[in-house]
């Protein structure tokens, strides 16, 4: 299993980015997936989530409302749309199917005038 996150870099607050992860090497289409990320001297935790037919996404209570997590199951992407982005959003963000250990080498998203 490949997973391949882009799309992360250093935005003032108030701006956005839209994160991608490119799956490989497991039927996409059949997994729920989810975007973790991890800061400095924190545990990893979860941000958004995907059922594998695309509906019910669940978000992290303090993401809520301004992140959208979607799939293309065609494409075996999923993608994190951030807005209105914090200082606290900081962090190594990586996707991640449902139930498994495979991770990618993630991508950073820093938040800071």
């Known amino acids: 299993v490949q997973l391949v996150e882009s799309g992360g870099g250093l935005v003032q607050p108030g701006g956005s980015l839209r994160l991608t992860c490119v799956v490989s090497?497991?039927?996409?289409?059949?997994?729920?997936m989810s975007w973790y990320r991890q800061a400095p001297g924190k545990q990893r935790e979860l941000v958004a989530a995907i059922r594998s037919s695309g509906d019910r996404p669940v978000y992290a209570d303090s993401v809520k409302g301004r992140f959208t997590i979607s799939r293309d199951n065609a494409k075996n992407m999923v993608y994190l749309q951030m807005n209105s982005l914090k200082p606290e959003d900081t962090a190594v963000y990586y996707c991640n199917p449902y139930g498994t250990s495979d991770w990618g080498q993630g991508t950073q998203v820093t938040i800071s005038l």
């Open positions: 090497g497991l039927t996409f289409s059949t997994y729920s």
